[in-house]
């Protein structure tokens, strides 16, 4: 019971390029969201997905898409970087009601 | 919109102290707190989840407490250990239709314990 993973644990990009960070989870839960957090900002939600098929915006959803590929899996994509972009990604989820649980993180710089 | 405020933003104390966090919210429609811990350059780890119709909630050295209408919870923490120190976060999670189920954030306090 790996509980939330995320993949990659950093990455660098140039402004402009894309990339997808990966999210999973193996409890059976039926919500997930993506955070990312910035220094003197608090845990911003991005986008979450309260089951499988649904998908909503949170309060930063600018420059992210999302994709909730099934139950266990849920991307954050990043189509044309920006320099604004560069923080740490959590993934997190929850069952019903319950404690929500947190992946490690993703470490993003964009220069 | 939510608001979460946690009180103080850094504490720094020596060890065997007993000291007390605090959060409050400005919406009472909340279904549950939630208090995590974050270690640097880490995720967060659940420490207590109070449902919105309990009081209080205890798991070892840590105690929360609920006060749903007057919007806080206080996180207290006996006998403070050097393992301690970690950056606290309180969240709580909206009961309100549109925003039902998702959390809101404190920026947490930063704390120190020195032996």
């Known amino acids: 019971n790996a509980g939330v993973t995320q993949t990659p644990k950093f990455q660098v990009l140039k402004t402009g390029q894309s990339m997808t960070l990966q999210c999973a989870q193996d409890?059976?839960?039926?919500?997930m969201y993506w955070y990312r957090q910035d220094p003197g900002m608090g845990l911003r939600l991005i986008y979450y997905?309260?089951?499988?098929?649904?998908?909503d915006k949170g309060e930063v959803p600018n420059g992210y898409n999302v994709s909730r590929l099934n139950k266990r899996e849920f991307s954050l994509r990043l189509e044309s970087a920006a320099p604004s972009q560069t923080s740490v990604y959590f993934c997190?989820?929850?069952?019903?009601?319950?404690?929500?649980?947190f992946g490690p993180g993703t470490r993003l710089t964009v220069t | 919109k939510q608001e979460v405020t946690q009180i103080p933003a850094a504490l720094s104390v020596p060890e065997g102290e007993n000291l007390v966090l605090n959060c409050s919210f400005t919406?009472?429609?909340?279904?549950?707190l939630q208090w995590f811990r974050q270690d640097p350059g880490k995720g967060l780890t659940s420490l207590l989840l109070?449902?919105?119709?309990?009081r209080e909630q205890t798991s070892g050295r840590l105690n929360a407490s609920l006060d749903k209408s007057s919007g806080r919870s206080t996180l207290y923490i006996a006998a403070s250990q050097p393992g301690d120190s970690a950056t606290y976060l309180c969240?709580?999670?909206?009961?309100?239709?549109?925003?039902?189920?998702?959390?809101?954030f404190g920026r947490g306090t930063q704390l120190t314990v020195w032996p």
């Open positions: 997190a989820s929850t069952g019903g009601g319950t404690e929500q649980y």
């Open positions: 409890m059976n839960h039926n919500s």
């Open positions: 997905s309260a089951s499988e098929g649904t998908t």
């Open positions: 919406d009472s429609a909340i279904y549950n």
């Open positions: 109070i449902q919105s119709s309990q």
């Open positions: 969240a709580v999670t909206s009961d309100r239709g549109s925003t039902l189920g998702r959390l809101y």
